[in-house]
């Protein structure tokens, strides 16, 4: 008897989405935009729960750096470069900022937080993290949907192939999220 995953992707999909949106995200958007190509989610409604995830996830992240701004810093030293990287960007370019900090390499989750740290507003913060967070969700979910086409022009029908994409896709995204930590930590000197 095969497994079933198609019933189980319709009736959690867009759940996942929404809470890897606020964990993680790009891989979770990566595989919900694959499903949707295959039509077991709707392409838009994916788009809308990994932004709202995200967004959701990165106004917990300004509330965080709002109240606890000098203790974060203190409590995790290795921030600290990254929250002064970001404090000068916001100098320089606040609504910029706010829009793409999501899409720097390294500064997902410190960005929110060295925002909340400045004076940045939270109605300012929350509009430009959510045009930010929308952009971001049709990115990485057009991405898996783009995926889907491409595997499925060079394979054929991908029914036989979902798991196997999926897995590999989730694969990907585990080794990248490893090596980014173990280089990162390596740049802090630590083992």
């Not at 409604?45 to 995200?54: D, S, T």
Request: aromatic letters at 10%; a positive charge; proline letters at 3%.
């Amino acid at each position: 008897m095969a497994f079933e995953y198609a019933p189980l992707i319709a009736k959690y999909g867009y759940a996942a989405t929404f809470v890897g949106s606020l964990i993680e995200g790009e891989t979770m958007l990566i595989l919900s935009g694959l499903a949707a190509h295959r039509g077991y989610l709707d392409f838009t409604l994916v788009v809308l729960a990994g932004a709202l995830g995200g967004a959701l996830g990165d106004v917990g992240y300004f509330m965080l750096g709002r109240h606890y701004r000098d203790q974060l810093q203190q409590r995790f030293p290795k921030l600290a470069p990254g929250i002064a990287r970001v404090r000068t960007m916001i100098e320089r370019h606040p609504n910029g900022t706010i829009f793409s900090v999501r899409f720097l390499y390294g500064l997902r989750t410190v960005g929110p937080i060295a925002i909340g740290s400045t004076q940045v507003s939270l109605g300012r913060f929350i509009a430009m993290n959510a045009i930010g967070a929308l952009t971001w969700s049709v990115c990485w979910a057009g991405a898996g949907f783009v995926l889907g086409k491409s595997a499925e022009r060079l394979l054929g029908e991908l029914s036989h192939y979902e798991v196997a994409i999926a897995v590999a896709v989730l694969v990907v995204g585990g080794v990248a999220a490893l090596a980014l930590h173990w280089r990162r930590r390596a740049g802090t000197g630590q083992a």
